[in-house]
């Protein structure tokens, strides 16, 4: 990778990426699942499917349930562990010429303070931590939606994390630009936001939620506007970078994230109904800065005040 940005290529937290598109977390496994697909080398980067300290089996029962603008996930947090990641996984992603970026989740500070020095020892680009998990100690509450409960864990996994941290946000933040704030006071070096957002669907001939855990994380274009609202929040709240996720299905919702104040952009449920959507996003933010005369995205990132 080079060493400064420029065109389409973007410092993120000091890391360059040759463009701003990565795929996010959960839905493109540790890369291989899109590989038959496109060549990964294109991206910007990509962040693993979330880890935990120990591996984990995941939810029983159904997993996906399509909504006419989106998709409902309960996956659990099916994973093999930072270890097995680390050993594995790793190797193969860092012989790309991508940024590589590792989701750690946890349901107790413990597991992300482990978690996080565990992948310190190792050559990821950046750690982006999972605070929409929840918290067993506090009766399941998600550690992203309390300000003070988030400060905590940035805080505490700062200290062991070795890398550049980032922190991805819940949807569900009490406030968003109050908790965005608190992220970067402890020490974050970027943001991501956001994750899913709560929502429920109802089996009705079998009188019964469609998921074992009731509700599930709602993804995809239905969720987009909410999102892009969230990053012009956090990015007018903080000096440090922003990660725009949330329903990014073209170049054109890409380029909205970035005019809201994103650096990146990664896509998830995109990729599920069109498995080479990042490429083509990728082409299409070419296609529009090189008609517009943009030579560098920092021009456009950010401009609606
Ligand atoms: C099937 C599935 C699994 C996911 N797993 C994770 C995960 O393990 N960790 C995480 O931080 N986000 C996870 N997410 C959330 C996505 O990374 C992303 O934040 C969210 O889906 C919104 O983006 P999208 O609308 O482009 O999908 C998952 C999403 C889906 C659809």
Redesign the pocket.
Known sequence: MNNTASGISVDFAGIIMKNPVLL????CGFGEELSPYFDIQKLGGI?S??LTLRPRTGNSGSR?HETPC??M?S?G?E?PGVRHFVEHELPRLKALDIAVIA?L?GHGMDDYTEGASILSDACVDMI?L?I?CPNVKEGGMNFGIKTEIARAVVREVRKVCRHKLAV?LSPNAEDIAALSRACEEEGADGLSL???YPAMAIDIYNKKPVFGNIYA?L??PA??PI?LRMVHQAARAVKIPVMG????SNWQDAIEFIMAGATCV?????S?MKPDAAVNIIEGIENFTRGQGIRNLSEIRGIIK
């Open positions: 996010a977390s959960g839905t962040v499917k979330g996906l989106g998709l996930n996956i947090l994973n989701n989740g982006e999972n929409s991805k956001t994750n899913t994380g993804s995809g969720i987009k999102s996720i949330g329903g990014i990664q896509i998830g449920t995109a599920f």
